[in-house]
């Protein structure tokens, strides 16, 4: 930004030098808050946003099983119940289901509005925009990225050149690695899953080292593939160990970044159901545990809704919060979520 800004700087201060020379004190203050006002604004930090969607770990196993790297970036903001599916037996109810939550969280709307039911995606209602949308179209020049185990989330949810998203672009992608049987064969175990939420974590790293997306989405898919197949078991159990190894290496990236630019990052992690209470192996329905989630942030909220009420469509409002994005009105109006900040 500082190099934008210094042929600026220059500029000014060689047509107004006379203020320098022949005029009141006041004109001579004057003039320097203005460059001092400049020179800050220069030096502002850039904000930017990561969000972690991580699959199926209901609020129970992420309090039991050890993850040190999510815990460490909620000591420094916070970790909450957080509930999905809208609300129960009302006009909002939403199936517990993956793409129906990771649409709420892309559009702060629950499915009556954003329309995907289920992980077919049939025919999402565009009307209602992604937090990409909304950045992408008040910020053109600022990038996007996307780092993803499943395809259907760029190309479906998020739209990526549809006419109806306005053809969004997304400056990085890494997906599509499911549908790659060469690099990453299909075995019964689901292995190759693993490995494509390490790779898809390892594109993240390296692109948020050394391009620092303004957006990033991560999604990783592992931890639900091994709660359908064992349920609550020690292998569900290690796979959300995994999981929080994988969160620590981007986090590091995000360290790095701050530390090396002059950047202010907010990292949200969240999940996109809970599992059945019976055996963990399933979910879709409306019962307490299936709609139970999480959501760890390493920002200290700034209002009380993250411990009251808060939800998987917060995460729209408090993104757009935290960049200091305008949400056009008719978007606004029909947001169901609330920022935590
Ligand atoms: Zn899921």
């Excluded at 159901?273 to 920002?299: L, P, V, Y």
């Amino acid at each position: 930004m500082f190099h934008n800004v210094l042929p600026f700087i220059l500029k000014i201060k060689s047509i107004s030098f006379e203020p320098f020379n022949n005029s009141s004190p006041m004109k001579y203050i004057s003039t320097l808050v203005f460059y001092f006002c400049l020179i800050s604004f220069s030096f502002a930090q850039q904000k930017k946003v990561l969000v972690i969607l991580v699959d199926g770990i209901p609020y129970d196993v992420i309090k039991k099983v050890k993850t040190p790297n999510i815990t460490k970036i909620a000591q420094k903001g916070a970790l909450d119940k957080a509930y999905v599916g809208g609300e129960k037996g009302g006009k909002t109810e939403s199936p517990t289901i993956s793409a129906v939550g990771y649409n709420s969280m892309l559009t702060g709307t629950w499915a009556n509005k954003h329309n995907v039911w289920g992980n077919g995606i049939e025919a999402p209602n565009y009307n209602y925009p992604t937090f990409f949308r909304v950045f992408r179209e008040a910020k053109p020049n600022l990038k996007l990225g996307i780092f993803s185990t499943w395809l259907d989330n760029r190309t479906k949810l998020l739209g990526e050149g549809l006419v109806a998203t306005n053809n969004l672009h997304i400056d990085y992608k890494f997906d599509g690695y499911e549908k790659d049987t060469v690099a990453f064969p299909h075995d019964k175990n689901a292995l190759y899953i693993k490995n494509i939420d390490e790779h898809v974590t390892s594109m993240a790293v390296e692109t948020i080292r050394e391009n620092a997306p303004d957006i990033s989405w991560v999604y990783l898919e592992y931890t639900d593939d091994m709660g359908h197949r064992f349920g609550d078991s020690p292998e569900f159990y290690q796979s959300v160990e995994n999981m929080d190894r994988l969160v620590g290496k981007m986090y590091e990236a995000v360290q790095y970044r701050e530390k090396n630019f002059k950047e202010d990052w907010l990292v949200i992690i969240t999940t996109d159901h809970g599992r059945d209470a019976q055996t963990g192996k399933n979910h879709g329905g409306q019962s307490d545990r299936e709609r139970e989630t999480w959501i760890a942030i390493n920002k200290k909220p700034k209002n009380t809704r993250f411990k009251n009420g808060l939800a998987i469509v917060d995460v729209f409002p408090s993104v757009c919060k935290f960049l200091n994005i305008g949400i056009p009105k008719s978007v606004k109006e029909n947001l169901e979520g609330v920022s935590f900040f």
